[in-house]
Structure formats: structure tokens, C-alpha cells
């Protein structure tokens, strides 16, 4: 993480900067990344950034969450959503989902380790039918982000072509992005550090496929705690702008919730700031039923405090 202190531009004392100064210097201070005008004047005509925080993790926790002060339950795929399972079943758990004491707004594992997305012979039938009925009961259940992460769906074999598996990655994506935007959902791709898988790695990565694409409905993702594993800044944020539309985070060392160790993620939470990012920012981590109370809290005074 890039250290924050008062030599840098964006602290610097001295006559009051206009917008437009404020944010070529912080864009500076963060990452030394030079911004043209049009993104400058994008990031700011972006009004009302907003950082809703939310935890992943099961429906059941919604209530110690809610009085913790989060805003939604990020679950998975497979709990909610039930994709192998049939219609009726799903009914029962989006009752469940309607019920809950806080909405849920994305889910992670998209797709299940054992249905290959990079392979030799890849089920192109069978993954095109899953993504259908995953984008079709999100959005039954209100829930508008999945998430790709799923590691064990797209880690590349031993001895596979890295080139090939980028093609086939980006093909089901760009397949599968038109019924996404018919359902009202997006996708987004996660990186995953390099102990989790050996494909997409870096939020750079995760944007340059989605920009191949050139689709709404497949977006990136930028998760906080996999950036710092990878040593990855937040001028990666900066680079995707608009095309960031979910969030995650956790403490690096051992992928605890903010608070439990002394992360300082502003650096970070400053690039959200600057592309004007509005939506959810997920807990993706270990954690206690007595921490969220003090997580939401930290979380809840970097984003102001950056």
C-alpha cells in the first residue's frame, strides 16, 4: 500500500485548490498516474459517490449485520440462486430472500468448480444454460452483481495455453453478456491473487478483458484485498473508472475485516472517490459476531476519511 503523509501534493498546505487541482494532484499522490482533462472532468461530473458496505457471507448473519450498521448481504450463487436445483425449490429460497432483515444485493461463485470455463473440451450448452438461470433468478431475487470469481472454474491446467484460455474466458463472457443485460444484471470479473488461481490476477487484467467485450453486461470488480496480495495499487481503479461496479475488501495479512489488524485502505477508497463510484463494498473475509459493529465502523471512517 502507498504511504499517505503530509509531504504529499494531496496534503500539501497552501492556497485552497479548485476541483479540477484537488483531483490532478490526488490522482498524483495516489498512484502518479496523469489523467487527461475528459477523465478529470468525468470523475467529478460523477455527483454523489456512495459506498454502501455490505459482508459476504450467509442470509442468517442479516440481522447481527443490520444492528452492525451494513447495508446488505453479498451470498453465493449456489445458495440462493440454486442453479442445479429446480424452479420450486428456488421459490423457497427467495422467500427466504424476501424475508431477510437486509436486501441482497450481489452474489459471489458464479460458476462451480467442477463446470469448466478454461479446459481442453469446455460444455459450452451446459454453461450457457447456467448463466442463463443464474441471471434470471437474480433477478427475481432484486439481486443486480454476480461475480466471477470462481477459481477453480477458470484456473488454467497444467500445460494449457494461457492465450487459449483468455480466448475461451472471454468468449463465454462475451456470450453470456447480452443475457446478463436482458435480466437487468451485471457481471463482474475478479482478480484473484495468485495463491487463489493462475488467471486474472490483476484488476488491469479483469478490465482489459470486459473492455474487449465492450458490453454493459460484463464489468470489473476490484477487490481490495486481492490488489494489495498482488501489490496491484489503487491506480488500477483509476484506469477502469466507470467500469468498476462491485467492491470487496479485507484486512491482507490473513483476510480478516477491517479493524481486526491497522490496514489504512484509503489509498484505495481515495481512487473510488475520484472515479465517483457508487455501489457496494463487501467484507470478503474471516470474521466474528462480535467485529461487525467495529468493522463498519472503520470502514465507515476511511471512506470519509479519504
Not at 485552497?16 to 498524483?28: C, E, G, K, Y
Not at 454523489?48 to 448473519?61: A, Q, R
Not at 475478479?190 to 467485450?213: M, P, Q, W
Not at 463494498?281 to 470502514?299: F, H, N, R, T
Request: proline share 6%; charged share 25%; glycine share 8%.
Amino acid at each position: 500500500m502507498l504511504p499517505m503523509n503530509t509531504r504529499s501534493p494531496v496534503f500539501a498546505s497552501g492556497p485552497a485548490l479548485n476541483r479540477r487541482q484537488f483531483l490532478t494532484t490526488s490522482m498524483a499522490g495516489i498512484g502518479g498516474l496523469e489523467l487527461g482533462d475528459r477523465l478529470i472532468a468525468d470523475a467529478f461530473a460523477a455527483e454523489g459517490f456512495k459506498i454502501e458496505p455490505g459482508v459476504c457471507t450467509s442470509l442468517k448473519k442479516a440481522a447481527v449485520l443490520k444492528a452492525a450498521g451494513f447495508q446488505f448481504v453479498e451470498e453465493n450463487v449456489s445458495s440462493v440462486l440454486a442453479p442445479k436445483a429446480g424452479d420450486e425449490e428456488f421459490e423457497k429460497k427467495l422467500a427466504e430472500v424476501k424475508a431477510a432483515p437486509l436486501p441482497v444485493r450481489a452474489c459471489t461463485g458464479f460458476v462451480p468448480g467442477d463446470l469448466k470455463v478454461v479446459w481442453p473440451e469446455v460444455p459450452v450448452d451446459a454453461l450457457m444454460k447456467h448463466a442463463e438461470t443464474v441471471f434470471r433468478r437474480a433477478a427475481k431475487a432484486g439481486i443486480g452483481r454476480i461475480v466471477f470469481g470462481s477459481g477453480g472454474a477458470r484456473r488454467i491446467p497444467d500445460g494449457f495455453d494461457a492465450a487459449k484460455a483468455k480466448e475461451q474466458f472471454t468468449d463465454y463472457c462475451r456470450r453470456i453478456a447480452p443475457i446478463a443485460r436482458a435480466h437487468k444484471v451485471i457481471l463482474v470479473i475478479e482478480s484473484l491473487n495468485k495463491a487463489e488461481c493462475n488467471f486474472i490476477n490483476r484488476v488491469d487484467e479483469a478490465l482489459a478483458i470486459a473492455g474487449a467485450i465492450n458490453h454493459p453486461g460484463v464489468q470489473a470488480h476490484a477487490d481490495i484485498y486481492h490488489m494489495m496480495r498482488e501489490d496491484e495499487g489503487p491506480e488500477s481503479i483509476l484506469k477502469a473508472g466507470a467500469k468498476v461496479k462491485h467492491c470487496h475488501i479485507a484486512e491482507k495479512a490473513k483476510r480478516t475485516a477491517p479493524g481486526v489488524g491497522d490496514d489504512d485502505f484509503r489509498a484505495y477508497l481515495k481512487a473510488l472517490k475520484a472515479i465517483g463510484y457508487r455501489g457496494g463494498l463487501s467484507i470478503e473475509g474471516k470474521w466474528k459476531d462480535d467485529q461487525p459493529p467495529k468493522a463498519c465502523s472503520v470502514l465507515k471512517e476511511q471512506i470519509q476519511s479519504a
